[in-house]
């Protein structure tokens, strides 16, 4: 799997390269409150904030998940991704900023209106959570670049809660937030000169710039825009991503920026960025000119726009020095208290808690494995006390040619001490789940 845009947390949409079928979900009767009674599984429908959704043969939302979608990490003042998400919002400070769009989607809004192809991988099962066929967790804030174009504002910043399946490690959870930027202007070029010349005069990004990138049939200008308009709005975007990069990394003396070639079916042409921290290439953001089949969808037609899409967690952590990705989401006061909103200070590490490590290894049976629903299936059992999940054996047998895999489990709390028997009973359930639901043959 591509894991270009970590920022955006994983792969972007626009350049999947896994496909996969196959659903995994358990039949659960329950209600968990959090702050507000929120969801509830059925044996027919889910409801969630109120609203039922029938269930169908896509239905793959979980407890564990569904207990996420309240929490709204982006708008606790004291969360490093709430001051990451003002920060960069202060940057815009005309922008109108969209901060509580509900997460429940359908998949006309999280893919048909982006002009994401209806074979588009990225549509599956094995990367998404489908309440049913029309119904999902937004995968990505871009989502909701109509409802932005409709309240007329021609500058907005939307921000929320994004879902997608993975594997777990120290930088990937099923939920993360991303916050998308959006302006247009009238396609006329000397109004789209007098404003790139505006903003240039304002500030000049002090980087280290490294783009190479040139208009080529692989990513190009689209048909109905002129060479010069899309010239013109592909360089207020460019010195808009930079100014701002450059305020977030304030404290960083040598900063590169380098942009590269990517494509997204929102845009044309398209870009990701990368900055180079510490020694490391991080991408950071995708962006591109909107496909104006957008614009025009909104009665925009004589409008040209460009967007971007970018991942909080891997900027929070970097710029907070925050270890594991769980870490946003614990309730421990050690770790909220160490922040102030506006400010960005290192993590003071509290103690770890110590780690219970089990494998499990199983015969497969024939057909295809999907990682991502094994993974999805031990945070069923294990919620936040997975730190990680490894392949440590792949073995094929020499006579029967059967498949055997051995995965390492890392369980860890973020806050307590986990005991032995505790985690032994997680991983009794984990080893008849995984017997039951994907009939491998346990060794
Ligand atoms: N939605 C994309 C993703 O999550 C990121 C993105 C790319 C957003 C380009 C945009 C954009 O608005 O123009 O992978």
Request: hydrophobic residues 35%; negative net charge.
């Amino acid at each position: 799997m591509l894991r270009n845009i970590h920022s955006l947390q994983r792969v972007t949409l626009g350049r999947y390269t896994t496909a996969g079928s196959c659903g995994v979900f358990s039949v659960c009767k329950k209600t968990w409150y959090s702050t507000k009674p929120a969801f509830e599984l059925g044996e027919k429908d889910t409801t969630i904030n109120g609203n039922k959704f029938d269930k169908d043969e896509w239905t793959n939302v979980t407890p564990a998940i569904l207990s996420k979608v309240n929490r709204q990490l982006h708008l606790q003042p004291k969360n490093p991704i709430s001051i990451i998400r003002q920060l960069i919002e202060s940057n815009f400070t005309d922008f109108k900023t969209f901060n509580e769009f509900s997460p429940v989607v359908s998949t006309r809004q999280n893919f048909d209106d982006l002009h994401i192809p209806v074979d588009h991988p990225s549509r599956t099962k094995s990367d998404n959570y489908y309440f049913n066929k029309e119904t999902v967790l937004r995968a990505h804030t871009s989502a909701h670049q109509l409802q932005g174009l409709a309240s007329g504002e021609n500058k907005f910043l939307i921000s929320g809660d994004v879902y997608r399946r993975d594997e777990i490690d120290a930088s990937h959870y099923p939920v993360f937030h991303q916050i998308e930027g959006f302006f247009y202007l009238d396609n006329d070029l000397s109004k789209l000169s007098t404003e790139l010349k505006r903003i240039q005069d304002i500030e000049t990004p002090n980087i280290e710039l490294v783009d190479d990138t040139v208009i080529k049939p692989e990513n190009p200008v689209q048909a109905c825009h002129s060479a010069e308009a899309s010239d013109l709005i592909a360089a207020h975007l460019k010195h808009s991503i930079n100014t701002m990069i450059r305020n977030l990394f304030a404290d960083e003396k040598d900063l590169k920026v380098r942009w590269i070639d990517a494509y997204f079916p929102f845009t044309s042409p398209s870009w990701e960025v990368e900055i180079l921290y510490k020694g490391e290439w991080l991408e950071v953001l995708g962006c591109g000119v909107v496909n104006q089949k957008i614009m025009n969808g909104a009665g925009l037609d004589n409008k040209i726009g460009w967007a971007f899409g970018m991942g909080l967690e891997r900027l929070a952590m970097v710029l907070f020095g925050i270890p594991d990705i769980r870490l946003f989401w614990s309730q421990d006061q050690r770790f909220i208290d160490q922040f102030t909103p506006g400010k960005i200070n290192k993590f003071v590490p509290f103690s770890k808690f110590p780690p219970c490590i089990k494998d499990i290894s199983f015969w497969l049976p024939e057909g295809e494995w999907h990682e991502n629903d094994f993974c999805e299936l031990i945070r069923g059992e294990a919620g936040d006390l997975v730190e990680n999940v490894q392949l440590i054996d792949d073995f094929k047998h020499p006579k029967t040619n059967k498949r055997s895999l051995c995965y390492r489990i890392n369980y860890r709390s973020m806050d307590r001490n986990v005991t032995n028997e505790e985690i032994n009973e997680i991983q009794e359930k984990v080893r008849q789940v995984v017997q039951d639901q994907f009939k491998v043959e346990l060794r």
